[in-house]
């Protein structure tokens, strides 16, 4: 479910930056971040199975 949740969040943030309400500066903070909490998700959902 976590894997759905994050490709809509990287969608809508890639529009959201393709339309200019997203700047670089921005940007550049927001998708690192999200890339960290995909793979932190998928660490502790190896520990709880």
Do not use: C, Q
């Not at 930056?17 to 903070?29: A, D, F, P, Q």
């Not at 690192?32 to 199975?49: E, N, Q, T, W």
């Amino acid at each position: 479910m976590f894997i759905g949740i994050f490709i809509l969040a990287l969608g809508v943030l890639f529009l959201l930056k393709s339309v200019s309400l997203i700047y670089g500066e921005t940007w550049n903070l927001i998708w690192p971040l999200l890339i960290i909490a995909f793979g932190a998700s998928l660490i502790f959902k190896r520990r709880h199975d």
